[in-house]
């Protein structure tokens, strides 16, 4: 790194500097801007605690010209929340960036840079879930259709350029929400940046993200027909054609999807008999520290693992089998799963399907949000316990149920009551009473005897119940702490400025000149 830390506070010296020349300030904001547009300078920025300064003199401002101090500090905001990788991100969010981002998204003036604000924005709530921050409007896609066109081109776009593989990243992110797929038929976008798809794509990067993009809108629609541009037609050719792995895996997921998530009635496999069901594991399992419990398991039953992915259309066929010919679906409650794609494809194909789901949490950190929270609202959550700080009071607010290291009993009279509930065509054997034992936080084990369909509803039910209400503690909690942050930050400002008040009063300055 060099000296880049005492280059970025000298930078924040000339900037936070009232009484310097506004032209060395712009200089300065430009060069922080440049340091920003980096991993390695939005770490330093953020690890040198700036993020709180910088918001404060950019609040102070008024926006006076495309190159004036604020316009600047927009640049720094924006490029400071795009390049921190997400444990970064998680902590630039507690400044309450997101809401200064969103100003300048929701803005049509060149001068906010509502694009660059939009891959901020994107960088810094995509693992949240279904934040409403990240829902888009007609207005914003119109305004990402002529930004991509100038990428396309290679022209700037409101003063800057931007990467087109960027770009689509950000659209691929947005289009995992529901609530956005409208809007963005409506604007056009789909059409803007997908027809390029059925033909060959200039890089990787793009067909990787433009082939993401087309599989996370058929999580929700039938993608060759809900667009003018037909979406399965050009993940057909980016299966054959596309240069790079990654496109070719998403354009197998959006084939994938269209068949299986959006299609009725369509072709199957002969089902297999009871006696030949498996426990499928989803990626991340035999990595965790489960890999000794998935030995277990192994053990006790037939298992398969999905831990690559593969471009063949004769491997996803059989992606396919392993779902529908599945007693369960045990899957790794983690952020890298949260992210991925194909996971949250093939839970919502295996729901389809009436297959049990149970998920596994092997993280004492990991805050489950997005399909993973959702899911999890409704199905066993086993929660292996790390001894991490809140991570009793988390199992509890969750819903979930702390496994030991050695707890195999337990985690496999789990799993069986789980598979006896299976309402897909393979009919299981008949339901029986089942002993299960659940660690809470007050006793080290509790025998609830469960049985029956109606039993098993009321849990649900009550189980729901404490998620939400978990949740609506949990987002209480996490604004009145981002309130704190920002009152601790103004105090701080505050007395600055009747420190440096105080000073100027005892050099005899005129009141009318502070």
């Not at 829902?135 to 066109?149: F, R, S």
């Not at 092997?362 to 489950?368: E, H, L, R, V």
């Amino acid at each position: 790194m060099g000296d880049k830390p005492e280059k970025i506070k000298g930078y924040m010296r000339w900037i936070a500097d009232d009484a310097a020349p506004l032209s060395s300030r712009e200089r300065a904001a430009f060069d922080l801007w440049t340091a920003s547009n980096s991993t390695v300078g939005a770490q330093t920025i953020l690890n040198q605690g700036y993020p709180g300064e910088i918001l404060n003199i950019f609040d102070s401002l008024e926006f006076d010209g495309a190159s004036g101090l604020k316009a600047r500090l927009v640049g720094v905001l924006c490029c400071l929340a795009a390049n921190l990788p997400l444990d970064d991100a998680e902590r630039l969010f507690v400044y309450d960036v997101q809401s200064r981002l969103y100003d300048l998204l929701c803005s049509t003036e060149p001068i906010k840079q509502p694009i660059n604000a939009l891959c901020g924005l994107c960088n810094l709530l995509n693992h949240h879930g279904d934040h409403v921050m990240m829902h888009g409007n007609v207005q914003m896609y119109k305004l990402a259709i002529q930004a991509h066109d100038s990428c396309v081109k290679n022209k700037a776009f409101h003063g800057a350029y931007y990467s087109r593989w960027g770009l689509v990243r950000c659209l691929a992110y947005m289009g995992k929400l529901e609530k956005n797929v409208e809007p963005m038929k409506d604007s056009g976008i789909v059409d803007e940046v997908c027809s390029y798809a059925l033909k060959a794509l200039p890089s990787q990067r793009i067909e990787e993200f433009v082939m993401k993009f087309i599989a996370a809108l058929s999580l929700w629609v039938d993608i060759k027909r809900e667009f003018k541009t037909d979406l399965y037609e050009c993940a057909m050719y980016q299966a054959q054609h596309a240069t790079g792995n990654k496109g070719k895996v998403y354009s197998r997921l959006a084939i994938f999807n269209r068949n299986y998530l959006q299609m009725e009635g369509n072709k199957r496999g002969k089902e297999d008999s009871v006696s030949e069901q498996h426990i499928l594991i989803l990626p991340g399992m035999v990595f965790s520290p489960l890999d000794i419990i998935v030995t277990s398991l192994k053990e006790k039953h037939k298992v398969h693992i999905i831990d690559t992915y593969e471009t063949s259309e004769t491997e996803w066929m059989k992606y396919e089998q392993f779902i529908r010919e599945s007693a369960l679906v045990l899957v790794q409650a983690s952020m890298e799963n949260q992210l991925e794609l194909i996971s949250r494809s093939f839970v919502k194909y295996a729901q389809k399907l009436g297959k049990p789901v149970v998920l596994v949490q092997t993280n004492g950190y990991y805050k489950p949000r997005d399909w993973i929270a959702d899911v999890g609202e409704t199905v066993p959550f086993l929660r292996y316990k790390r001894y991490a700080d809140g991570e009793v009071e988390a199992a509890k607010r969750l819903g979930q149920i702390l496994i030991e290291n050695n707890e195999f009993d337990l985690i496999w009279t789990v799993l069986k009551k789980a598979m006896m509930t299976n309402k897909s065509k393979i009919s299981p054997p008949t339901q029986q009473l089942v002993t299960l034992e659940v660690v809470t936080a007050e006793s080290s084990a509790n025998v609830v005897q469960v049985g029956g369909a109606v039993q098993g509803v009321l849990e649900a039910l009550v189980q729901s119940m404490k998620v939400h209400a978990g949740l609506i503690h949990n987002i209480q909690t996490e604004r009145l702490q981002i309130l704190r942050e920002r009152l601790a930050i103004v105090e701080s400002k505050l007395s600055i400025c009747e420190t440096e008040f105080v000073r100027r009063l005892k050099q005899g300055v005129d009141l009318d000149d502070l």
